[in-house]
T-cell receptor
Framework: QKEVEQNSGPLSVPEGAIASLNCTYS??????FFWYRQYSGKSPELIMF??SNGDKEDGRFTAQLNKASQYVSLLIRDSQPSDSATYLC???????????WGLGTSLAVNP | GAGVSQSPSNKVTEKGKDVELRCDPI?????LYWYRQSLGQGLEFLIY????????KSGLPSDRFSAERTGGSVSTLTIQRTQQEDSAVYLC?????????????FGEGSWLTVV
């Protein structure tokens, strides 16, 4: 079992819709969880991080964490074509706090 | 500098040559990562430096790959006897490391092409 799993997609949503991206992880001791966005040919950039159960909102983005079920999700409200990118989930695990990455979910927002 | 700096930004080398890629992390960041990403693929972990601890080299794909970090700051990734399959973008990232929720910041990458 991979340590961090994401659906590779592509996930296609119409402009203005809610995009829902999911990530599951295997290490129950994980403390911190991150969502990064990567445009084609560019480096990943942080969208948000979360480390408490529940929801965390930042503008159009909401991260949701459920440690009991070992999943973290990202909701993007009012999706825009500029949101089209690959979304990477990263989980901090282990005593050395190394980040473990999923392979990413490709999102396409159609005008 | 304000961000993670990598050099060279682009490198074309002949098969069999050695290459060195440099990463200058954000000042004060104790953790440094090297990743490799081939076109359209996910991030492939290579090596992780955390403060004065022994580096986690578990991601290095072969003994042709090595990395060092001098003085807890600048890091160099060396690829010996390059092969065409080494062509990829090599990304460096850094963070404060020991803090919970330690956001990592990426450099712009070094694009390596082996011909």
């Amino acid at each position: 079992q991979k340590e961090v799993e994401q659906n590779s997609g592509p996930l296609s949503v119409p402009e203005g819709a809610i995009a829902s991206l999911n990530c599951t992880y295997s290490d129950r001791g994980s403390q911190s969880f991150f969502w990064y966005r990567q445009y084609s040919g560019k480096s990943p950039e942080l969208i948000m991080f979360i480390y408490s159960n529940g929801d965390k909102e930042d503008g159009r983005f909401t991260a949701q964490l459920n440690k009991a079920s070992q999943y973290v999700s990202l909701l993007i409200r009012d999706s825009q074509p500029s949101d089209s990118a690959t979304y990477l989930c990263a989980v901090e695990a282990g005593n050395n706090r190394k980040l473990i990455w999923g392979l990413g979910t490709s999102l396409a927002v159609n005008p | 500098g304000a961000g993670v700096s990598q050099s060279p930004s682009n490198k074309v080398t002949e098969k069999g040559k050695d290459v060195e890629l440099r990463c200058d992390p954000i000042s004060g960041h104790t953790a440094l990562y090297w990743y490799r990403q081939s076109l359209g693929q996910g991030l492939e972990f290579l090596i992780y430096f955390q403060g004065n601890s022994a580096p986690d080299k578990s991601g290095l794909p072969s003994d042709r790959f090595s990395a060092e970090r001098t003085g807890g700051s600048v890091s160099t990734l060396t690829i010996q006897r390059t092969q065409q399959e080494d062509s990829a973008v090599y990304l460096c990232a850094s963070s404060f490391g020991q803090l919970s929720g330690n956001t990592i910041y990426f450099g712009e990458g070094s694009w390596l092409t082996v011909v």
